[in-house]
């Protein structure tokens, strides 16, 4: 049977008398479901208002909404609205062995255990919104015009406030039963996921009175997200920090949790280094309350999937352990909570087991997304329904011959696909993102919409696009790429990795606006903003040269149609070749891919997890490094049967003929296996140390070279490996690194910012630049002084080397020359930056390379120096690079500006070209403009429009108040030190 079934039985089928739920004790899963959310709507169509909370049901009330009730989730049965997962974790695992046995999952009574005494407690708590003050309500209007919730998140909501409860009264019971709130929920692309996020964060914040680390996947997600919710900052008083590039203090500032709490907004990476932090300075327990993981199934990825396995591992293993200052006070609290979110997941069961997670999901979405093929000029819907069939023809249902009768005969040759009927069908009063394969098609379909759409488009808007224009031009020192400059006259722009953050911001604001129309792009979009289209277009089913997979495609699509944005249907339509049609049946019918653990893949990355656990004093013993692997999802995948098949193997051996050493070896579970490799290669690297063997273990004179012997021995960290931590530098590079710097102080060349430079150009992109221009190397390098070219030779780059390479490529050459010579052409990239304050574009011109690729450049720079920054306060010997280096970060991070307009640059809104108009106009500091009012910055700086200066006046007296305010923070931590001591 399976789960929906079991759930739609339990409330079908038992009684709805709240009198009767009373007096037994327990309550049954329709009578919670009745009192909590009153009834289901039809699909697609109502929501469950704020207002219709009930703050008192009766049994008539009850039996009506039973009805009601009843018939809802028929209908939820049967269109897949409602799924929902009460899981326990540790009969999942228990059960793994026996392949996930479903069948005792799903009879056992989880759903009426997950609903016990939820309606009594709902009712007590009315007068909150979902346990939350009632100013929330008020809130989410003003400020989104959210007035209702879908009858999932009110549903969620509920069931996540019964779960708080009971916890709290179990902590205050002193009970040690039942204290996990931890969430997984999945629900579809626009089905309102990251509202229920925001409202469990606030919660946190305002309720539990502690900070929130909220991890979303991307640079640009995060600062959307913190633009977004720094009004409801502002409103209820607390701290929103961004962790993402550069920014983001490590450790972060200490905040008395009774006056102000913070939300930490960061990346993946970032929210690493926060956690270590917080772990170092024994602050997490007491300090996070809540760690909210958005895009969870990028857990699955090969090197970011890893770093959000440790992130969440380390969680859970911390959350079971009491901090210092709790012990002292002899105090506890609630483990830290996590809730992760996602789309959809193929092995949703082995992560909701890793997370011991509730597991809820629906597949609601409140605006229909139609799905569509086309192959040859035919467009066939997909049958949702029978997307089981084994047959292409059942599935694949044709509706209608596209209309290309208009065509010319040159349109035809162009443009065989269609693309210009499928675009006129939509543009310019609904909007469509059309997914091309590579960055040159992007361009190129944006040209081709351009050269044959109706002119008739170039009045839609016309002023708002000029302007949009003028700004583009404004970024680049004015300059605009041909491209752009045709295209954007239609309402159409291009997307993807060439362009500058800037002008990708630009374009993606006017796209929401409704100033541009369609935008041609690549799929990292579809990963990335929030820009939903009415059509989604899909040119090929490939990305570059590798079929999409199946994750890939549903994220596409994902982007069509969004509520509040796009009212009526959504449509995708993908299009093929008659050679791809098994492909594309297999890509929209085959399963999802299976989310597997990165630390069973990559060994680099068991590693980096090994090395930080004995870093951050987390554990020193082998054998304890493997109590907290099974804390991983590796474990959860891999580790149960492993040491399952070892124990029965030991059992069968004659330990009598064994020595006690043997038999200690023996002992060794096999999984064990991997972490003595990360060991041994982290003692290897003298990256780590061993101390002793633990007492009553193994002889002294065991030699280490046996892997296992490494299971009962304590291990130290050296400084070499604290710097790498610290660092988050490639363990496979700390040796180049350090040798790098060792023989920079030897020779270091300061008559310039040349020789810091290389040694602040990442290793990991050399390897992107595929080819080097040695007619511009040469140039360039025939223009550096004595003093720049003294630098190069010291590094190992001579001018006559460069010449071997210009006119003869096969020149003989070491290999590690090669990887000199490319990275000190990258350095000489940011050099011309750096020394000349020419723009990207400019720039980005003389070396031939994408503009995108060449701010790629800086701003890994930026990231890479503060790593190195601070692998060197790590490090005594490299005292001399401290000083040197910390002006190098915000300046790289801001493109290499001049450092009396980088203050400027960090007020909301403002980019480089609005930066420079407001130094002119005489606002050279944060205070400056902070001082000013309206009226006179309009009137002194161009084209500035009253709201753009609100904007800007606002964002610097944020900046003041939070400067302000972090300082009376250190002065009341240092009181309360003196008070301590």
Same mark, same amino acid.
């Given at each position: 049977?399976?789960?929906?079934?079991?759930?739609?039985?339990?409330?079908?089928?038992?009684?709805?008398?709240?009198?009767?739920?009373?007096?037994?004790?327990?309550?049954?899963?329709?009578?919670?479901?009745?009192?909590?959310?009153?009834?289901?709507?039809?699909?697609?169509?109502?929501?469950?208002?704020?207002?219709?909370?009930?703050?008192?049901?009766?049994?008539?009330?009850?039996?009506?909404?039973?009805?009601?009730?009843?018939?809802?989730?028929?209908?939820?049965?049967?269109?897949?609205?409602?799924?929902?997962?009460?899981?326990?974790?540790?009969?999942?695992?228990?059960?793994?062995?026996?392949?996930?046995?479903?069948?005792?999952?799903?009879?056992?009574?989880?759903?009426?255990?997950?609903?016990?005494?939820?309606?009594?407690?709902?009712?007590?708590?009315?007068?909150?919104?979902?346990?939350?003050?009632?100013?929330?309500?008020?809130?989410?209007?003003?400020?989104?015009?959210?007035?209702?919730?879908?009858?999932?998140?009110?549903?969620?909501?509920?069931?996540?406030?019964?779960?708080?409860?009971?916890?709290?009264?179990?902590?205050?019971?002193?009970?040690?039963?039942?204290?996990?709130?931890?969430?997984?929920?999945?629900?579809?692309?626009?089905?309102?996921?990251?509202?229920?996020?925001?409202?469990?964060?606030?919660?946190?914040?305002?309720?539990?009175?502690?900070?929130?680390?909220?991890?979303?996947?991307?640079?640009?997600?995060?600062?959307?997200?913190?633009?977004?919710?720094?009004?409801?900052?502002?409103?209820?008083?607390?701290?929103?920090?961004?962790?993402?590039?550069?920014?983001?203090?490590?450790?972060?500032?200490?905040?008395?949790?009774?006056?102000?709490?913070?939300?930490?907004?960061?990346?993946?990476?970032?929210?690493?280094?926060?956690?270590?932090?917080?772990?170092?300075?024994?602050?997490?327990?007491?300090?996070?309350?809540?760690?909210?993981?958005?895009?969870?199934?990028?857990?699955?990825?090969?090197?970011?999937?890893?770093?959000?396995?440790?992130?969440?591992?380390?969680?859970?293993?911390?959350?079971?352990?009491?901090?210092?200052?709790?012990?002292?006070?002899?105090?506890?609290?609630?483990?830290?909570?996590?809730?992760?979110?996602?789309?959809?997941?193929?092995?949703?069961?082995?992560?909701?087991?890793?997370?011991?997670?509730?597991?809820?999901?629906?597949?609601?979405?409140?605006?229909?997304?139609?799905?569509?093929?086309?192959?040859?000029?035919?467009?066939?819907?997909?049958?949702?329904?029978?997307?089981?069939?084994?047959?292409?023809?059942?599935?694949?249902?044709?509706?209608?011959?596209?209309?290309?009768?208009?065509?010319?005969?040159?349109?035809?040759?162009?443009?065989?696909?269609?693309?210009?009927?499928?675009?006129?069908?939509?543009?310019?009063?609904?909007?469509?993102?059309?997914?091309?394969?590579?960055?040159?098609?992007?361009?190129?379909?944006?040209?081709?919409?351009?050269?044959?759409?109706?002119?008739?488009?170039?009045?839609?808007?016309?002023?708002?696009?000029?302007?949009?224009?003028?700004?583009?031009?404004?970024?680049?020192?004015?300059?605009?790429?041909?491209?752009?400059?045709?295209?954007?006259?239609?309402?159409?722009?291009?997307?993807?990795?060439?362009?500058?953050?800037?002008?990708?911001?630009?374009?993606?604001?006017?796209?929401?606006?409704?100033?541009?129309?369609?935008?041609?792009?690549?799929?990292?979009?579809?990963?990335?903003?929030?820009?939903?289209?009415?059509?989604?277009?899909?040119?090929?089913?490939?990305?570059?040269?590798?079929?999409?997979?199946?994750?890939?495609?549903?994220?596409?699509?994902?982007?069509?149609?969004?509520?509040?944005?796009?009212?009526?249907?959504?449509?995708?339509?993908?299009?093929?070749?008659?050679?791809?049609?098994?492909?594309?049946?297999?890509?929209?019918?085959?399963?999802?891919?299976?989310?597997?653990?990165?630390?069973?893949?990559?060994?680099?990355?068991?590693?980096?997890?090994?090395?930080?656990?004995?870093?951050?004093?987390?554990?020193?013993?082998?054998?304890?490094?493997?109590?907290?692997?099974?804390?991983?999802?590796?474990?959860?995948?891999?580790?149960?049967?492993?040491?399952?098949?070892?124990?029965?193997?030991?059992?069968?051996?004659?330990?009598?003929?064994?020595?006690?050493?043997?038999?200690?070896?023996?002992?060794?579970?096999?999984?064990?296996?991997?972490?003595?490799?990360?060991?041994?290669?982290?003692?290897?690297?003298?990256?780590?140390?061993?101390?002793?063997?633990?007492?009553?273990?193994?002889?002294?004179?065991?030699?280490?070279?046996?892997?296992?012997?490494?299971?009962?021995?304590?291990?130290?960290?050296?400084?070499?490996?604290?710097?790498?931590?610290?660092?988050?530098?490639?363990?496979?590079?700390?040796?180049? +690194?350090?040798?790098?710097? &060792?023989?920079?102080?030897? /020779?270091?060349?300061? =008559?310039?910012?040349?020789? *810091? !430079?290389? #040694?602040?150009?990442?290793?990991?992109?050399?390897?992107?630049?595929?080819?080097?221009?040695?007619?511009?190397?040469?140039?360039?390098?025939?223009?550096?002084?004595?003093?720049?070219?003294?630098?190069?030779?010291?590094?190992?780059?001579?001018?006559?080397?460069?010449?071997?390479?210009?006119?003869?490529?096969?020149?003989?050459?070491?290999?590690?020359?090669?990887?000199?010579?490319?990275?000190?052409?990258?350095?000489?990239?940011?050099?011309?930056?750096?020394?000349?304050?020419?723009?990207?574009?400019?720039?980005?011109?003389?070396?031939?390379?994408?503009?995108?690729?060449?701010?790629?450049?800086?701003?890994?720079?930026?990231?890479?120096?503060?790593?190195?920054?601070?692998?060197?306060?790590?490090?005594?010997?490299?005292?001399?690079?401290?000083?040197? +280096?910390?002006?190098?970060? &915000?300046?790289?991070?801001? /493109?290499?500006?001049? =450092?009396?307009?980088?203050? *400027? !640059?960090? #007020?909301?809104?403002?980019?480089?070209?609005?930066?420079?108009?407001?130094?002119?106009?005489?606002?050279?500091?944060?205070?400056?403009?902070?001082?000013?009012?309206?009226?006179?910055?309009?009137?002194?700086?161009?084209?500035?429009?009253?709201?753009?200066?609100?904007?800007?006046?606002?964002?610097?007296?944020?900046?003041?108040?939070?400067?302000?305010?972090?300082?009376?923070?250190?002065?009341?931590?240092?009181?309360?030190?003196?008070?301590?001591?």
């Amino acid at each position: 049977m399976k789960r929906s079934e079991s759930l739609f039985n339990d409330i079908t089928n038992k009684p709805n008398n709240l009198e009767h739920v009373k007096s037994n004790g327990l309550n049954t899963s329709k009578t919670i479901i009745e009192t909590a959310s009153k009834s289901y709507r039809e699909p697609f169509g109502k929501f469950e208002s704020f207002d219709s909370i009930p703050s008192s049901v009766s049994s008539s009330e009850s039996q009506k909404s039973s009805q009601t009730q009843d018939s809802g989730i028929k209908r939820a049965k049967f269109s897949h609205e409602c799924v929902t997962f009460d899981f326990d974790s540790q009969k999942y695992f228990n059960s793994k062995s026996d392949e996930l046995n479903q069948d005792k999952l799903n009879s056992s009574n989880d759903s009426d255990l997950s609903f016990q005494n939820m309606a009594l407690e709902f009712l007590e708590c009315s007068n909150t919104f979902y346990g939350l003050p009632l100013t929330i309500k008020d809130l989410l209007k003003k400020l989104r015009n959210i007035t209702c919730l879908y009858d999932w998140q009110h549903e969620l909501l509920t069931i996540m406030q019964q779960k708080y409860q009971a916890a709290m009264r179990n902590l205050n019971n002193k009970s040690e039963k039942d204290l996990n709130t931890n969430l997984l929920y999945l629900s579809p692309t626009s089905g309102g996921k990251t509202l229920v996020a925001e409202l469990l964060i606030l919660h946190c914040l305002l309720v539990k009175k502690k900070n929130v680390i909220f991890i979303m996947p991307f640079v640009s997600i995060v600062q959307e997200k913190v633009l977004q919710i720094s009004d409801f900052a502002e409103e209820l008083n607390f701290h929103v920090e961004e962790y993402a590039g550069v920014k983001g203090t490590i450790p972060p500032l200490k905040r008395q949790l009774n006056k102000k709490r913070t939300l930490f907004i960061c990346t993946i990476e970032k929210a690493h280094s926060l956690v270590n932090s917080l772990i170092e300075t024994d602050r997490l327990r007491d300090e996070i309350g809540l760690v909210c993981a958005d895009e969870f199934h990028m857990i699955g990825e090969d090197s970011r999937g890893a770093i959000y396995e440790m992130i969440l591992s380390k969680i859970k293993y911390c959350s079971n352990i009491s901090s210092s200052k709790m012990v002292k006070n002899e105090t506890k609290s609630l483990p830290i909570q996590i809730v992760a979110t996602t789309a959809t997941l193929e092995n949703k069961l082995e992560l909701a087991s890793f997370l011991n997670a509730y597991l809820y999901e629906r597949n609601f979405r409140p605006v229909e997304l139609k799905e569509y093929v086309k192959m040859d000029q035919q467009i066939f819907e997909v049958d949702k329904r029978l997307k089981n069939e084994l047959e292409t023809e059942s599935i694949f249902k044709p509706v209608r011959q596209l209309d290309m009768s208009f065509y010319t005969n040159e349109m035809k040759k162009n443009d065989m696909d269609g693309l210009i009927a499928l675009v006129r069908e939509v543009i310019p009063n609904e909007s469509c993102l059309i997914f091309c394969p590579s960055k040159k098609n992007c361009e190129n379909v944006a040209s081709l919409l351009a050269t044959y759409l109706q002119p008739e488009l170039k009045k839609y808007k016309r002023e708002q696009k000029l302007k949009l224009f003028q700004e583009l031009k404004e970024e680049n020192g004015n300059n605009i790429c041909p491209v752009l400059r045709q295209s954007l006259q239609f309402g159409i722009a291009y997307h993807h990795s060439g362009l500058t953050t800037e002008e990708r911001q630009l374009i993606e604001s006017a796209y929401r606006e409704g100033i541009l129309c369609l935008i041609t792009c690549t799929s990292t979009l579809a990963a990335g903003v929030n820009l939903p289209a009415k059509r989604v277009i899909i040119r090929s089913p490939y990305v570059a040269v590798d079929f999409m997979t199946n994750t890939s495609y549903k994220q596409m699509i994902g982007r069509a149609g969004r509520a509040g944005l796009i009212d009526s249907i959504g449509v995708s339509i993908l299009l093929f070749k008659s050679l791809d049609k098994q492909k594309v049946f297999d890509l929209i019918t085959g399963p999802l891919k299976k989310c597997q653990s990165a630390l069973q893949i990559d060994s680099k990355a068991l590693r980096v997890l090994v090395l930080s656990l004995i870093g951050l004093n987390m554990t020193h013993l082998g054998s304890q490094i493997l109590i907290f692997i099974k804390q991983t999802l590796f474990y959860v995948q891999q580790g149960a049967n492993m040491f399952k098949q070892n124990m029965d193997q030991i059992s069968e051996q004659p330990v009598n003929e064994l020595s006690q050493d043997q038999k200690m070896l023996n002992l060794v579970p096999e999984e064990f296996l991997l972490i003595s490799q990360a060991l041994d290669y982290l003692l290897k690297k003298n990256l780590i140390k061993i101390n002793n063997k633990a007492e009553g273990t193994l002889s002294p004179n065991v030699s280490n070279e046996n892997l296992k012997v490494l299971y009962y021995c304590n291990f130290e960290i050296t400084k070499l490996g604290q710097a790498a931590i610290k660092g988050n530098v490639d363990l496979d590079l700390v040796d180049l +690194l350090y040798n790098d710097l &060792k023989i920079g102080l030897k /020779n270091m060349v300061l =008559a310039n910012y040349l020789h *810091l !430079l290389y #040694l602040c150009t990442p290793y990991d992109l050399v390897n992107n630049l595929n080819n080097v221009d040695y007619d511009v190397y040469t140039h360039k390098f025939g223009n550096l002084d004595e003093d720049e070219v003294r630098c190069a030779k010291t590094i190992g780059i001579s001018e006559e080397y460069l010449q071997r390479k210009r006119f003869n490529n096969k020149a003989s050459s070491k290999k590690i020359d090669d990887f000199v010579i490319k990275r000190f052409y990258m350095t000489l990239i940011i050099y011309e930056l750096w020394k000349t304050h020419n723009s990207i574009w400019k720039v980005s011109s003389e070396f031939g390379l994408d503009r995108g690729f060449v701010q790629q450049i800086v701003q890994s720079a930026a990231s890479f120096t503060s790593g190195v920054l601070h692998f060197c306060e790590n490090l005594d010997e490299f005292w001399p690079y401290k000083n040197m +280096l910390t002006e190098f970060t &915000k300046r790289l991070q801001f /493109n290499c500006s001049s =450092a009396d307009i980088i203050p *400027l !640059l960090e #007020l909301e809104g403002v980019r480089l070209a609005r930066a420079k108009q407001l130094y002119m106009a005489g606002y050279k500091s944060i205070e400056d403009v902070a001082g000013g009012n309206v009226d006179d910055m309009i009137a002194k700086v161009k084209n500035m429009i009253p709201t753009v200066a609100k904007k800007i006046i606002r964002s610097a007296k944020k900046i003041l108040k939070e400067k302000i305010e972090n300082l009376q923070s250190e002065a009341d931590n240092l009181l309360l030190q003196l008070s301590l001591e």
